[in-house]
Nanobody, 122 residues
Framework: VQLQASGGGLVQAGGSLRLSCAAS????????MAWFRQASGKEREFVVG??????STSTADSVKGRFTISRDNAMVYLEMNSLKPEDTAVYYC??????????????????WGQGTLVTVSS
């Protein structure tokens, strides 16, 4: 599976951005797609995930009500609204092949995109 993330950029606080992740290869084997982020000097953290087949989602409390994940065929999107300076990070899309229910654990994901930088200015 190959993942290609895009859509990052600079935005003012309160603004919106949409990130895209194009999946290719053995996409039929994917269980869950997710977005993680890593701010400078911090560990990578789960943001939001979606099951590949059923579309159920899971969202971190820090972005609930502001960020939405969706999937359209082999594309996964992260719609980010009401952005805050603390949302500044490199955002990564990731694919998990195992059907374990846990979706927030970084090391359960098998494939990663290259990351796209989101900068929110105050």
């Amino acid at each position: 599976v190959q993942l290609q993330a895009s859509g990052g950029g600079l935005v003012q606080a309160g603004g919106s951005l949409r990130l895209s992740c194009a999946a290719s290869g053995r996409t039929y084997s994917i269980s869950t797609m997710a977005w993680f982020r890593q701010a400078s000097g911090k560990e990578r953290e789960f943001v939001v995930g979606i099951s590949w087949s059923g579309g159920s989602t899971s969202t971190a409390d820090s972005v609930k009500g502001r960020f939405t994940i969706s999937r359209d065929n082999a594309m996964v999107y992260l719609e980010m609204n009401s952005l805050k300076p603390e949302d500044t990070a490199v955002y990564y899309c990731a694919a998990k092949m195992t059907t374990l229910a846990t979706v927030t654990t970084t090391n359960l994901y098998d494939y990663w995109g290259q990351g796209t930088l989101v900068t929110v200015s105050s």
